[in-house]
Antibody, heavy 120, light 105 residues
Framework: QVQLVQSGAEVKEPGASVKVSCKASGYTFTGHHLHWFREAPGQGLEWMGGIQGGSGATKYGKQFQDKITMTSDTAISTVYMELTRLTSDDTAVYYC?????????????WGQGTLVTVSS | IVMTQSPVTLSVSPGERATLSCRASQSVRSDLVWYQQKPGQAPRLLVYDSSTRATDIPSRFSGSGSGTDFTLTISSLQSEDSAVYFCQQYNGWPLTFGGGTYVEI
């Protein structure tokens, strides 16, 4: 079965960077895109961007283009999401997710979430 | 594409029906999904393509609509249905979500 396991919670100071990992198993890693979302306290879900597991091709949301980098390591079936120049507005739970069906933009499989807290 | 959900909170008794709405700022055809999210958990896919139930989703969940107006109906609510429900469109980029409806049993 498809499983996505994310790295643990992080606490960062304003201005720092954070890198969250998402290890995939149970399917052909190179055949699917993985996407990242975040959920800030009291707010809804926000799509951040996606990466193709095999080619590493990325698509980022406009509001994140200057501060996000997604990478893929096919050897260990893991994708990474790095966010730079953190502010308190980046405090959120971050999720990775895989589409239910290749080429469709909805998500059946989700990681457990990673809480990132930005605080001085 | 802006997704707007209503109501924000819905209080329903067990066994009753709940009707949740989602409106898109422009047509998304039938490219709409509904998720259920409980506290501390990741979202769970309920319905895709506006009206197709995902695997292992009980038949009391049903979706309808196309274009700009969509509905998720939960017939005969059960206590475990207490959660936040989100809609999401996948007709255009960026993917966007509604603000959610909290269903309180």
């Amino acid at each position: 079965q498809v499983q996505l396991v994310q790295s643990g919670a992080e606490v960062k100071e304003p201005g720092a960077s954070v890198k969250v990992s998402c290890k995939a198993s149970g399917y052909t890693f190179t055949g699917h895109h993985l996407h990242w979302f975040r959920e800030a306290p009291g707010q809804g879900l926000e799509w951040m961007g996606g990466i193709q597991g095999g080619s590493g091709a990325t698509k980022y949301g406009k509001q994140f283009q200057d501060k996000i980098t997604m990478t893929s390591d096919t050897a260990i079936s893991t994708v990474y999401m790095e966010l730079t120049r953190l502010t308190s507005d980046d405090t959120a739970v971050y999720y990775c997710a895989r589409v239910a069906v290749a080429g469709r933009g909805y998500f059946q499989h989700w990681g457990q979430g990673t809480l990132v807290t930005v605080s001085s | 594409i802006v997704m707007t959900q209503s109501p924000v909170t819905l209080s329903v008794s067990p066994g009753e029906r709940a009707t949740l709405s989602c409106r898109a700022s422009q047509s998304v055809r039938s490219d709409l999904v509904w998720y259920q999210q409980k506290p501390g958990q990741a979202p769970r896919l309920l319905v895709y393509d506006s009206s197709t139930r995902a695997t292992d989703i009980p038949s009391r969940f049903s979706g309808s609509g196309s274009g700009t107006d969509f509905t998720l109906t939960i017939s005969s609510l059960q206590s475990e249905d207490s959660a936040v429900y989100f809609c999401q469109q996948y007709n255009g980029w960026p993917l966007t979500f509604g603000g959610g409806t909290y269903v309180e049993i």
